[in-house]
T-cell receptor, first 112, second 113 residues
C-alpha cells in the first residue's frame, strides 16, 4: 500500500542522547515535512523540503536537523534530546503546491 | 502572521444530531483551506480542500463550506464512527515554508449512540 512509513513507532530516550526519526514515502512526492503534535498546541511545522537536495526551517526548528538526499527519505535528527522534545512526530509529503499533505502514523517520542 | 482558530475545542453529539464545526482564519493570501480527520494514534487523514469563497465540498455526512474569513464543516446525522478530531489548515500564497500547512488546534468530536 502506497504511503508514508515512519520508524520507530515509539521510543523512550534519555536526555542528551542523539536520535534519528526515519520517514520514507513511496509516492514519489516532491515535498516532505516534519510536524510535531502536542496537546493544546496542535501540529507545528519543524522543517520542510520542497524537493530533494533542499530543506527549510519551519515554526519550531531549534534542536532539530533534517536532510533530503533523495526523493523518498526525509530523516529528522535530534542531536541532543531534551525533555521538551517529548511529542508525537508526524512526517508528511505532498505532490505539488495545490496538493493535500499525506501523513504517516507518527512516532511517539518520550525524552526522560 | 497566519492564524487558524477552531471552535469549539470539543463537541459531544447524540447520534443523528447534526451540527457544525468552525474554522476562522487570517492569512496573507489564501491558496487553499484543508480539512483533515484524525483518529487516536493515527496521522491526519485528508478530507477536503477549498480554494475560493463560496466553494462547497461533500463526502458522505460531511460538507465543507468556505467564506473569506471562515470555513464550516457541517456534519449531518452523525454516527458514532464519525467520532474523531477534525483539523483545519490553511496554505498561504508566498509562504516562507514552501507548501506547508498551518493547522488549527482541532475540534474533538464525540458521537454517542
Amino acid at each position: 500500500i502506497a504511503g508514508i512509513t515512519q520508524a520507530p513507532t515509539s521510543q523512550i530516550l534519555a536526555a542528551g542522547r542523539r536520535m534519528t526519526l526515519r520517514c520514507t514515502q513511496d509516492m514519489r512526492h516532491n515535498a516532505m515535512y516534519w510536524y510535531r503534535q502536542d496537546l493544546g498546541l496542535g501540529l507545528r511545522l519543524i522543517h520542510y523540503s520542497n524537493t530533494a537536495g533542499t530543506t527549510g526551517k519551519g515554526e519550531v526548528p531549534d534542536g532539530y536537523s533534517v536532510s533530503r538526499a533523495n526523493t523518498d527519505d526525509f530523516p529528522l535528527t535530534l542531536a541532543s534530546a531534551v525533555p521538551s522534545q517529548t511529542s508525537v512526530y508526524f512526517c508528511a509529503s505532498s505532490d505539488d503546491r495545490d496538493s493535500p499533505l499525506h501523513f504517516g502514523n507518527g512516532t511517539r517520542l518520550t525524552v526522560t | 502572521e497566519d492564524q487558524v482558530t477552531q471552535s469549539p475545542e470539543a463537541l459531544r453529539l447524540q447520534e443523528g444530531e447534526s451540527s457544525s464545526l468552525n474554522c476562522s482564519y487570517t492569512v496573507s493570501g489564501l491558496r487553499g483551506l484543508f480539512w483533515y480527520r484524525q483518529d487516536p494514534g493515527k496521522g491526519p487523514e485528508f478530507l477536503f480542500t477549498l480554494y475560493s469563497a463560496g466553494e462547497e465540498k461533500e463526502k458522505e455526512r460531511l460538507k465543507a463550506t468556505l467564506t473569506k474569513k471562515e470555513s464550516f464543516l457541517h456534519i449531518t446525522a452523525p454516527k458514532p464512527e464519525d467520532s474523531a478530531t477534525y483539523l483545519c489548515a490553511v496554505q498561504a500564497r508566498g509562504s516562507n515554508s514552501g507548501y506547508a500547512l498551518n493547522f488549527g488546534k482541532g475540534t474533538s468530536l464525540l458521537v454517542t449512540p
